[in-house]
């Protein structure tokens, strides 16, 4: 089932912050993060395993509330280089081949 | 670069042929999956493998079939070309907690059935 993700779309200025949210109705496992940029393929950004760890990539991190089933993915001081399609994506862990489900997306454009 | 290619780039074929897409990987990681991608539905898992001929169905599975005989390569088949199956199809690696559990994506597989 796939993890809903909000807000669709969002357009900042550079600088400005942002937040992705991701969220299921199934237990999980792990939850990760992409990027996808147009005519790409998505890339890796981080992941974040059971425990309500926060990890963070230079400006961008994220938390994991395993009880809620949700993340959410903050992008401070953005830069034109952040604009592209976010994807989260869940997994139930070992016993799943951790495949992932990913939400649809939410596409952020950075302007000058 | 990870090392994984998918073949062809981009194929244009007709409604009721078979199709063979391929995945390979030159980075000895254990999983592998097929993901097909649509504008408004996000990437959606059609089958995985947890290792050779260990295979499982994901989400949108119906007519599609994959194999795995060497750990590098993976195939997804589609069994009777249908326009639905027009779409974008990436292939995905893992090494599983060897990688961090991330996945490298391959640049994808543009298909267009006619």
């Known amino acids: 089932q796939q993890p809903v993700q909000s807000p669709q779309a969002v357009i900042l200025r550079e600088g400005e912050d942002a937040v992705i949210n991701c969220s299921s109705s199934?237990?999980?496992?792990?939850v990760h993060w992409y990027r996808q940029k147009h005519g790409e393929a998505p890339v890796f950004l981080m992941i974040?395993?059971?425990?309500?760890e926060q990890k963070g990539h230079e400006k961008i991190s994220a938390s994991f509330n395993e009880k809620k089933q949700q993340s959410s993915l903050y992008l401070t001081a953005s830069q034109l280089s952040y604009s592209g399609t976010y994807f989260c994506?869940?997994?139930?862990?070992?016993?799943?081949?951790?495949?992932?489900?990913f939400g649809k997306g939410t596409s952020l454009l950075v302007t000058p | 670069d990870a090392g994984i290619t998918q073949s062809p780039r981009h194929k244009v074929t007709e409604t009721g042929t078979p199709v063979t897409l391929r995945c390979h990987q030159t980075?000895?990681?254990?999983?592998m999956y097929w993901y097909r991608q649509d504008p408004g539905h996000g990437l959606r898992l059609i089958h995985y493998?947890?290792?050779?001929?260990?295979?499982d169905k994901g989400e949108v599975s119906d007519g599609y079939s994959v194999s795995r005989s060497k750990t590098e390569d993976f195939l997804l088949t589609l069994e009777s070309a249908t326009s639905s199956q027009t779409s974008v199809y990436f292939c995905?690696?893992?090494?599983?907690?060897?990688?961090?559990?991330?996945?490298?994506f391959g640049s994808g597989t543009r298909l267009t059935v006619v």
């Open positions: 199934k237990a999980l496992y792990s």
């Open positions: 980075e000895n990681h254990r999983y």
């Open positions: 974040l395993l059971k425990g309500g």
């Open positions: 995905a690696i893992s090494g599983g907690r060897v990688t961090n559990y991330g996945y490298t």
């Open positions: 994506g869940t997994e139930g862990g070992p016993n799943s081949g951790y495949a992932l489900n």
């Open positions: 493998s947890y290792g050779v001929k260990d295979t």
